[in-house]
């Protein structure tokens, strides 16, 4: 079954501080990885994507890894800012193989809240 | 990037009623645009495919004459809850990309109450 696993669900940080969110997937076969950001009702904007050749993305203070042998990721917020308290969701694309569309498997997402 | 636009952002409605949803590429044609629905802490939950001048594709589950989806020019879909009830009441967000394999962009999402 294709399924895309994070944690942890939930992470409150101090800013200014690093944390790291990960990402476990199963899905096969697989095209590419992305994390996108939520904000509370709002749709989701994209931080980075990597394919299966990609371990590592950055976009200014997140950086994406990609370990496609073990099938994990993780994004890493370097010096945290009120701003990114959002939901941070990894998406997996399967390869479409009728030409179609590329089917995007969606994390539950985790929340991350940043204190003053 | 490029921009898909959503429109209304929320919209309150009478139980009974119909509501429409409006998703527009701004800046590039879209073939195909889909649609999501997600729930309080919940991840996005596909509901269909919208393809330009044919039906749209349903997923298990999703009542198609509920939920019914036009996509009548390249750069506009519409997704319409019929006789709306209050467990419809969600956040409905749409997406589209320019092309098959690359960035799927999001537009900004609709809240609906149903009351």
């Known amino acids: 079954k294709n399924q895309v696993e994070q944690s942890p669900q939930s992470l409150i940080i101090l800013e200014g501080k690093n944390c790291t969110l990960q990402c476990n997937y199963t899905v096969s076969p697989f095209s590419n990885l992305r994390w996108y950001k939520q904000d509370t009702g709002r749709g989701p904007v994209s931080l980075t994507i990597?394919?299966?050749?990609?371990n590592t993305k950055s976009n200014g203070r997140y950086t994406a890894t990609l370990d496609a042998d073990t099938k994990q990721s993780s994004l890493h917020i370097t010096a945290s800012q009120l701003s990114d308290s959002a939901s941070y969701i990894c998406?997996?694309?399967?390869?479409?193989?009728?030409?179609?569309?590329?089917?995007?498997?969606f994390g539950a997402g985790t929340r991350l809240a940043v204190h003053p | 990037g490029a921009v898909v636009s959503q429109h209304p952002s929320w919209v309150i409605c009478k139980s009974g009623t119909s509501v429409k949803i409006e998703c527009r590429s701004l800046d590039f044609q879209a073939t195909t645009m889909f649609w999501y629905r997600q729930f309080p802490k919940q991840s996005l939950m596909l509901m269909a495919t919208s393809n330009e001048g044919s039906k749209a594709t349903y997923e298990q589950g999703v009542e198609k004459d509920k939920f019914l989806i036009n996509h009548a020019s390249l750069t506009l879909s519409t997704l319409t809850v019929t006789s709306a009830h209050p467990e419809d009441s969600s956040f409905y967000i749409c997406s589209a990309g320019r092309q098959r394999n690359t960035e799927a962009f999001f537009g900004q999402g609709t809240r609906l109450t149903v009351v």
């Open positions: 990597m394919t299966f050749s990609e």
């Open positions: 998406v997996v694309s399967l390869t479409a193989f009728s030409g179609g569309y590329n089917k995007l498997i």
